[in-house]
Structures are given as C-alpha cells and as structure tokens.
T-cell receptor, first 116, second 114 residues
Framework: GAGVSQSPSNKVTEKGKDVELRCDPI?????LYWYRQSLGQGLEFLIY????????KSGLPSDRFSAERTGGSVSTLTIQRTQQEDSAVYLC??????????????FGAGTRLSVL | AQSVAQPEDQVNVAEGNPLTVKCTYS??????LFWYVQYPNRGLQFLLK??????LVKGSYGFEAEFNKSQTSFHLKKPSALVSDSALYFC????????????FGKGTRLHILP
C-alpha cells in the first residue's frame, strides 16, 4: 500500500488477556518504530528495528511487551497479560533506514487499545 | 542518549498573530531535528526538518523553524496563525552518529483562537 498500515484500528480487551498489534510498513523501508501515545501524553518510544540488526528494545516498559519483525517487513507488537495502564494508542512508523541520513518517519493511523 | 524537551504543554494564540512552539534538544553530536503535527483523530504528519545548512528551515503549511546551536533549540514558528493550525505538535531529534532512532518530545497542544 501507499502508507503505513496498522491493524486493528481499535482493540478492546479484558485485563489479563494477550493482544497482538500489527504494522505493515511502507515497501522498501528498512526502519520500523513502535511508539505509545497515552491520553494527554506525548510519544513514548517502545522499540526500533533497522534491517537485520538486533532491535533496540530500550523503550519497552516491561517484559510483558515484545515485538518482532518478520522478513524485514511486517511487525507485530505483543502485550501479554494486559493491564489497564496499557490502554493507549500504539503508533507504528517506518522510514528509509541508514545512519547519517535525515529520513522522515511515516506514521500509521495507530491502534487504540482499551483494557477493561 | 539524545533527548528533546517541549517546555509548554499548551500554547494559545489569537488568529492572525505570530506563533512560536518551543523545543530544546540534547545530543552528543550535530543533530537532525524534526517537527511533526497531529491533527485530531489523525496520524502524525511530517512538517519540516533540519539536517544541515541554513538555520532557518521552511516547511509545510507556512511553518518554519530556526535551528540555534548555541541555545540547542529548534523552535517552530509561523508569522500568522490560522484556526486550522490548532493541533498537537511534536519535536523530534536524532543523533546521526549513532543510529536511526528518533526521540520525540511530549508534544505541545496549539490552540488558535478565532
């Protein structure tokens, strides 16, 4: 597709359940990012993939959060045993990767997660 | 590690007046700096960036930003605000000598009053 695609657009789950959020980056973009945007808060960095390098997981808030990127394209963010404080909009972005280049990030519309 | 600060949670400006949204940054080397805008119920959109060259960068929708190395700032400006400029604005920074990771500020909500 023409842009970054995220699914589902909305997800309501019960506390303690696991959820999977999907991101389809722009074709050819080697860098992929996950952010979390809580109500009234800014963008919180979660994880960053660049090509075949080991991902930068420094932003993941707990070991309940994990992400993978298969074949250098689609990424899945998994939250295990969801808690109410996980409720937020999860944003995915992609860009042309590579150091030394001011690549623009293109964002998906996000997945709004509500944990009841 | 790189970081970026947006000291104002909210900025109110009357329509037609000039606006400024502040951003300061911290990186170990020369930064790459970005501004993004998020309109209600929409994803983030790129506005402008500073990589190198002229300190004054012009972007979309009449916005511009001035890179000031001595003050480590990259404030967003527009000479005459429109009601349609009301949105959430994010400043972001990347250290080009490290990796492609980009860190965003907490955002500033801009209200343009008619």
């Amino acid at each position: 597709g023409a842009g970054v695609s995220q699914s589902p657009s909305n997800k309501v789950t019960e506390k303690g359940k696991d959820v999977e959020l999907r991101c389809d980056p722009i074709s050819g973009h080697t860098a992929l990012y996950w952010y979390r945007q809580s109500l009234g808060q800014g963008l919180e960095f979660l994880i960053y993939f660049q090509g075949n390098s080991a991902p930068d997981k420094s932003g993941l808030p707990s070991d309940r959060f994990s992400a993978e990127r298969t074949g250098g394209s689609v990424s899945t963010l998994t939250i295990q045993r969801t808690q109410q404080e996980d409720s937020a909009v999860y944003l995915c972005a992609s860009s042309l990767g590579g150091t030394g280049v001011g690549n623009i990030q293109y964002f998906g519309a996000g997945t709004r997660l509500s944990v009841l | 590690a790189q970081s970026v600060a947006q000291p104002e949670d909210q900025v109110n400006v009357a329509e037609g007046n000039p606006l400024t949204v502040k951003c300061t940054y911290s990186v170990s080397g020369n930064p790459y700096l970005f501004w993004y805008v998020q309109y209600p119920n929409r994803g983030l959109q790129f506005l402008l960036k500073y990589i190198t060259g002229d300190n004054l960068v012009k972007g979309s929708y009449g916005f511009e930003a001035e890179f000031n190395k001595s003050q480590t700032s990259f404030h967003l400006k527009k000479p005459s605000a429109l009601v349609s400029d009301s949105a959430l604005y994010f400043c972001a920074v990347r250290d080009p000598n490290r990796d492609d990771k980009i860190i965003f500020g907490k955002g500033t909500r801009l209200h343009i009053l008619p």
